[in-house]
Structures are given as C-alpha cells and as structure tokens.
C-alpha cells in the first residue's frame, strides 16, 4: 500500500502558537492584494511556514472555514517555490465573495512578491 504523505501540510509548515504570531505582527514586509493583507518575515528554517487570521467579521464559520480551506490548499501546493519565511494571511471582507480560483489567483501574486524587496534600490 502506497502511503502520499506529499499531499499534507505537516505541522512545522504552519503557525500554531499565539507568540509565533505576535512576533510576525510586528514584521515591516507587508503586502495588500484584493481581499487579503500578506504579512511576512524571514525564518530561520528551511521551508516557508503559513498562519491565517479570518475573524467573525468576514462571515459565518462556513464562510471562514472555506476560506482556510482554500489558503491552505494553496499554500500547500506553492509551499516549496516560496523563501523560507513565516507568512500571515488575514483575510478581509472582500474576501468572503471570492471563489477558489480567485483566491488563487491573488495569493499567488502575494507570493510572487514574497522575498522581493519594496526598495528599488536594493
């Protein structure tokens, strides 16, 4: 029996712990796409790890769980091709309209920027 381990998101691949995410709020990378805010800073490890902030004001827990679901999904499959950084999503209120492919699609860009420095002299 084949066992695809490759399809989880193993616990070190996220933010669990309140401190982790203090100490990334205070993080100076920010990045604003259509109904999400990207905060993120460089880690020590070796992989890029995830945290997700979607509060009652987005929407009912159906509404804030498919969201999750949907970050995480991303996140999963682009997980190896991103910097080793600790990264928070919040999700805004514009968010809760978006289907998966437009979740996609803005995600991706937040990524694409992740590592690339907002000073164009660097």
Known sequence: M???RAAKLPKEARLRKRSEF???SGA??????????????????ATA???ITVSK????AVVRNRLKRFLREIFRRNRMLIAAVDMNIIA????????YFE????I???????????CPRV
């Open 2 to 4: 084949v066992e695809f």
């Open 22 to 24: 203090l100490i990334l």
């Open 28 to 45: 100076q990378h920010k990045t604003f796409i259509k109904g999400f805010i990207v905060v993120w800073q460089d880690n020590a490890g």
């Open 49 to 51: 790890r995830l945290g």
């Open 57 to 60: 004001k987005i929407g009912c």
């Open 92 to 99: 805004r209120r514009e968010s809760a309209l978006m289907n």
């Open 103 to 106: 979740v996609q699609w803005e």
């Open 108 to 118: 991706n860009k937040a990524f694409s920027l992740i590592g690339v420095s907002s």
